[in-house]
Structure formats: structure tokens, C-alpha cells
């Protein structure tokens, strides 16, 4: 009978694309698969059987583990909650029972099967930290999209961080023992897999609904076409000083095609242009938000998201660009659907690609600028485009005036919310009557544009705050 290879056979030095190596032996192998599965099956017989020593004293054994769930899932306090498992072996093993999302640390927690017996019903798994080599800790390096990571030297200076990662087949076997034991798993993060990890998950996996995936590409998504259940997907594709890979428009043509029932997408550092634009528009039917994070689309890619019919909500976060190559303005069309526009952090510099955003999303009733560059009252002035806009909010734009901040409100004939915050160059002594009047009729005003606000004195002669409802409020 031939035996599985122990994991301590094989090593990331040792690694090689060959099929020869340890690691292909054991992907190919369905003993090394039950090995690994049934690892928890027999820990969990033999604790079961071993003596309990203090079962005398422990009266809560006298009651079901079953009943003792549901009295351990009753308690308000999670923290509390959390700690039961400090009281015995048994209530160890029930709180266990109760986790259903956890953060993988340590990759040979999930291989060794100790995971499977110590969380059996989990359905929020995220690997993207257990994926990471390096157990060193004389150097730290923080990325904000992944936390810290303690690396040594060498490796912190090291041009490919590939290195630094567990080998693609070593990820992908670790998905597939993963997905074996939990075929209810909802959600999943994990970093630098291929299409067969994915496609292993995809089939033991039928209702995942959630997944974000790190260091993705185009060959990647070829496995993602199969989750047919996918509601909400998050791709990056690059992380500025850690790694970059291709998503171009043939990865997300293949994913329009095979994730017809998305309802949230987030692209992250990904390039493609109109097309595979397009085709997320025409085969995501049920696309509802739709957020692009420091994306790197070929110029006229912008025209095609109309073709989002049902998009509810667009966002920009760290976009350096919206599009350099905007078409005339008959050609954009509109998103009929739309009703929140976000941008936070963006480059808002170039105005034929502002004024080409605001075409598009006319529609809008809710705008958001945070920290948002090259904001003056020329691009601010673009927003009148909007004329349902009933929620308006501007943090951290310091170039835009108070006069081209009138000039826009004043035009926003449904405009109920206004949030101001942060903005040095729009002052309290330059508001006029008419801009306060506007001001005591808002349903929810919040006023700090960053100065000694003045604007009480101004407004202590209107009828502001005898309306009913709570019309000023100090942020």
C-alpha cells in the first residue's frame, strides 16, 4: 500500500514544476488528500474516548452538547462568549463548534488537519495571511491592504516578493483540502493560488457566495467562471512595492461570462479597457456596485459602463485618473439606475474625464468627495450636472472656494443633506444670505469647513432649528 509523503519531505528550496516532485505526488495522489482529511477524524475519536478526569466535578456534562449549544449561542456578549472554551476540554471543543469565521496564521493548521477538528463548521475563512513564508521577525514591513508582516532583512529588501509567498502548488493543495471538509464555505480570501485550486474549490463549494483573491490574473480567472453562485468579488491585481499581475480585458471577459449573478465587484489595480468592460455590463445583469481602486484602464474604457444598466453604486478610490481618452459626449450615455457616486482619494486633475463622469452619472441623488486632489471650483462646478442630487458630502478638498461651492449648491434645487468638512478655503465669513437660507431648509446639515465657524451668528436670525427636526449639527 503505498503511504503518503510527510509534509516535512518537501520544502520551498526543493520546489519544481516537474511531476515528479513530492508536492505534485501528493496533488496527484488521493491518499495524501485522506490523510489529510481524516487527521482530524481520528484526534477527535481519540478524545473522545480518552478519560475524563474531571467529569466528576463538571455537572454541565449531564446536559446534550446540542442543548449546550444553543445555550452557549444565546449569550449578548461575544467576548464572553469567546472565553467559555477557558472552562474544559468539552466546552473547548463546543465553542469550536460555534466559530464560523476565522483568519488563517499558520498554513500548517489547515494542512495538518487540526484546524478541521478544532473549527468544523466555519463558512469565513480567510488564508491570506497563513500564505506568506516567512516565519522571521527582525524586520517589519506594514502594507496597508494586507497589515503587518514580520521579514527578515534580506528578505525585506528582496525585488521578487514572490519569495516571500508558499509556492502556487502548495496553495492549491491546501484549497483542496480545504474545500473537501467544508462544502458550506460562504466566503474566502487567498492570495497567489492558480485555476485549479479554485476550480477544486468551485466544486466541492457549490454555494460560495464571497470571494476575494490576491495577486490575480488573467489565467487565474479561467477558474473563477465555475462559481456560478458568486455574489460578491473582490480582484486585485496589483499592490504598489509588493507584487503586480495582469488582469487585462480577456480576464474579465472570461469573468463576465461566468459570474452572471454578481452583485458587488471590486477591481483593484487592474487594466482591461472597454471591452472587458462591456461584457461585465452585458452578462452581470444583477451588478449593482461597481468600485474600481487605483485601476489602470486604457484610455476609452469610461463609454462602456453605461452598458451597467442596474448599477446602483460607483465608486473611485486611488484612481489617478477617471479617463484620459473620454469620447464626445453624445457617446457616453448615462446609468439610468444610479443613486451613489464615491470618490475618495482620487486625482481629479484632467476636466473633460471629470466633466465626462458627472454626464454619465446625471442621475445620481448622492455624491461623495474625500481627500480627493485637484479639486477646484472649475472641476466642482461639473456636479450641477447632477440636478436629483439630494446628499452631498466634501472632506479634505482644500482648493475648492466658497464661491464655487455656492455656485453648485445654489443650482441643487433637491438637495436635502450637505456634510462639509475640512475644507480650508471655504470660510464662514464669505457665506451669503442666500447660501444660509438654503442652509436652514437642509434636513441634515454638518458644518466644519476647518476655520472658527461663524455660521451660528450668521443663521441666528432665521428660522433654522424650528422645524422639528435637528437641522444644524456641529461635527
Excluded at 26 to 41: K, P, S, Y
Excluded at 455 to 467: A, I
Aim: with cysteine; proline share 3%; glycine share 6%.
Amino acid at each position: 500500500m503505498q503511504k503518503p509523503i510527510p509534509m516535512s519531505s518537501y520544502s520551498i528550496e526543493n520546489q519544481n514544476p516537474n511531476n515528479s516532485s513530492p508536492l505534485n505526488l501528493w496533488l496527484n495522489n488521493d491518499l495524501a488528500l485522506n490523510h489529510a482529511v481524516c487527521t482530524a477524524i481520528r484526534r477527535h475519536s481519540l478524545l473522545k474516548n480518552a478519560p475524563n478526569k474531571t467529569l466528576a466535578n463538571d455537572f454541565t456534562s449531564i446536559i446534550s452538547d446540542e442543548i449546550l449549544l444553543q445555550i452557549l449561542s444565546k449569550h449578548p456578549d461575544k467576548s464572553q462568549r469567546n472565553s467559555n472554551f477557558l472552562v474544559s476540554k468539552g466546552w473547548l471543543n463546543l465553542q469550536g463548534r460555534l466559530v464560523r469565521s476565522l483568519k488563517v496564521f499558520d498554513w500548517d493548521f489547515l494542512i495538518s488537519g487540526r484546524m478541521f477538528f478544532r473549527f468544523p463548521n466555519l463558512t469565513h475563512v480567510d488564508l491570506l495571511h497563513g500564505t506568506f513564508a516567512s516565519n522571521n521577525t527582525s524586520a517589519l514591513l506594514s502594507i496597508h491592504e494586507f497589515g503587518c508582516f514580520r521579514l527578515s532583512p534580506d528578505e525585506f529588501l528582496c525585488d521578487d516578493n514572490r519569495s516571500l509567498l508558499l509556492p502556487v502548488d502548495e496553495v492549491d493543495f491546501g484549497l483542496k483540502v480545504l474545500a473537501s471538509v467544508y462544502p458550506n464555505l460562504r466566503r474566502l480570501v487567498v492570495m497567489n493560488c492558480s485555476e485549479i485550486g479554485l476550480l477544486s474549490v468551485a466544486e466541492e463549494c457549490p454555494i460560495m457566495q464571497e470571494l476575494v483573491l490576491h495577486m490575480c490574473n488573467d489565467n487565474v480567472l479561467i477558474g473563477i467562471a465555475a462559481f456560478s453562485n458568486l455574489q460578491i468579488l473582490k480582484i486585485i491585481g496589483v499592490v504598489d512595492g509588493f507584487y503586480k499581475s495582469v488582469v487585462s480585458d480577456r480576464g474579465l471577459i472570461i469573468l463576465a461570462q461566468g459570474c452572471k449573478r454578481l452583485v458587488k465587484l471590486e477591481l483593484q489595480g487592474c487594466e482591461g479597457g472597454y471591452e472587458g468592460i462591456k461584457a461585465i455590463g452585458e452578462c452581470c445583469q444583477m451588478l449593482e456596485e461597481l468600485t474600481f481602486c487605483d485601476h489602470r484602464m486604457d484610455d476609452g474604457w469610461f463609454s462602456a459602463l453605461c452598458y451597467c444598466e442596474n448599477l446602483k453604486t460607483l465608486k473611485f478610490v486611488s484612481c489617478k485618473e477617471i479617463d484620459r481618452n473620454c469620447e464626445f459626449d453624445e457617446n457616453l450615455g448615462v446609468c439610468l439606475l444610479l443613486e451613489r457616486l464615491h470618490l475618495e482619494r482620487c486625482q481629479l486633475r484632467d476636466k473633460q474625464s471629470v466633466r465626462a463622469l458627472f454626464l454619465v452619472c446625471q442621475i445620481v441623488g448622492e455624491v461623495v468627495f474625500k481627500n480627493c486632489w485637484g479639486m477646484n471650483d472649475a472641476m466642482f462646478f461639473n456636479a450641477s450636472l447632477c440636478r436629483r442630487l439630494k446628499f452631498l458630502s466634501i472632506e479634505g478638498c482644500s482648493r475648492l472656494t466658497t464661491q464655487g461651492f455656492e455656485t453648485v449648491v445654489l443650482s441643487l434645487t433637491e438637495l436635502e443633506s450637505l456634510k462639509v468638512i475640512s475644507c480650508k478655503n471655504i470660510k464662514d465669513d464669505e457665506v451669503t444670505p442666500k447660501l444660509s437660507a438654503l442652509f436652514s431648509d437642509l434636513k441634515d446639515f454638518k458644518w466644519w469647513p476647518g476655520n472658527t465657524s461663524l455660521l451660528s451668528t450668521k443663521l441666528s436670525f432665521s428660522d433654522m432649528g424650528k422645524r422639528g427636526g435637528k437641522f444644524f449639527k456641529k461635527f
